[in-house]
C-alpha cells in the first residue's frame, strides 16, 4: 500500500539554525499538508498546499516558516531559525481529491537546543 | 467556529470490557467525520471514513457510527495492542479538516 515517507526521523539542530523537513506524499495524492505535535499535546494544524501554492495556514505559520514542492514527488517545510519552542513531532500528510482522508507519515522529531 | 470534541480524553479497559469513545463536533456543514488510532511515536493511522448519520463502519473489534451531532468509536472485547490514541477530524464545507485532541486508550491485560 502507498505510503508517506518522510525524513528525517529526527533532527537535533541548535536555536536560530535552519532547518528542513523532506516529504515525499502519495504520488497521485494532490493535497498536501503539514501538522505538528508537541510532546503530549494535541495534532496541530500548519499549512496546506495544493496546485504548487498555500491554500490555508494556521497563525503558527508565520514568517519563519516556508513550505515547496521543488519538483513532482517531494514536499518540504523550512524553518527559518528555529526556536525552542519549535521542538515537537512534525507530520507531512496527503489526501486524494474531495472528501478524501489524510494519510500521514510517520513524522520528523525535531529537538532544537 | 468549527470544533471537535473528544471525550473521555483517557479511558483504561481491562482486556475484554467492551466501551465507546466519543467525538462531538459543530462543523459547518460536515462532508465526513474521519476516525484516526495514533500510536506513541508514530503518524496518525487512518481507520474510518463516515459520510452522513445513520452509517456505520466496522474494522475487526471496532465500529465507528455518526449521528448529526456525534460519532462514536466502540471498542468490542478490546486487547492489549488496541491501546492508542483514537483521534477524530470533521471536514468541513469550506474543505477544512479539524481535529479532535484525541482519547488516549489504554488496555490492562
Known amino acids: 500500500e502507498p505510503e508517506v515517507t518522510q525524513t528525517p526521523s529526527h533532527q537535533v539542530t541548535q536555536m536560530g539554525q535552519e532547518v528542513i523537513l523532506r516529504c515525499v506524499p502519495i504520488?497521485?495524492?494532490?493535497?498536501f499538508y503539514w501538522y505538528r505535535q508537541i510532546l503530549g499535546q494535541k495534532v496541530e494544524f500548519l499549512v496546506s498546499?495544493?496546485?504548487?501554492?498555500?491554500?490555508?495556514k494556521s497563525e503558527i505559520f508565520d514568517d519563519q516558516f516556508s513550505v515547496e514542492r521543488p519538483d513532482g514527488s517531494n514536499f518540504t517545510l523550512k524553518i527559518r531559525s528555529t526556536k525552542l519552542e519549535d521542538s515537537a513531532m512534525y507530520f507531512c500528510?496527503?489526501?486524494?481529491?474531495?472528501?478524501?482522508?489524510?494519510?500521514f507519515g510517520n513524522g520528523t522529531r525535531l529537538t532544537v537546543t | 467556529e468549527d470544533q471537535v470534541t473528544q471525550s473521555p480524553e483517557a479511558l483504561r479497559l481491562q482486556e475484554g470490557e467492551s466501551s465507546s469513545l466519543n467525538c462531538s463536533y459543530t462543523?459547518?456543514?460536515?462532508?465526513?467525520l474521519f476516525w484516526y488510532r495514533q500510536d506513541p511515536g508514530k503518524g496518525p493511522e487512518f481507520l474510518f471514513t463516515?459520510?452522513?448519520a445513520g452509517e456505520e463502519k466496522e474494522k475487526e473489534r471496532l465500529k465507528a457510527t455518526l449521528t448529526k451531532k456525534e460519532s462514536f468509536l466502540h471498542i468490542t472485547a478490546p486487547k492489549p495492542e488496541d491501546s492508542a490514541t483514537y483521534l477524530c477530524?470533521?471536514?468541513?464545507?469550506?474543505?477544512?479538516?479539524?481535529f479532535g485532541s484525541g482519547t488516549r486508550l489504554s488496555i490492562r491485560p
Open positions: 500528510a496527503s489526501s486524494g481529491q474531495g472528501v478524501s482522508p489524510l494519510h
Open positions: 504520488s497521485n495524492h494532490l493535497y
Open positions: 498546499f495544493y496546485n504548487n501554492e498555500i491554500s490555508e
Open positions: 462543523v459547518s456543514g460536515l462532508r465526513g
Open positions: 463516515l459520510y452522513s
Open positions: 477530524a470533521g471536514y468541513s464545507s469550506a474543505s477544512k479538516i479539524i
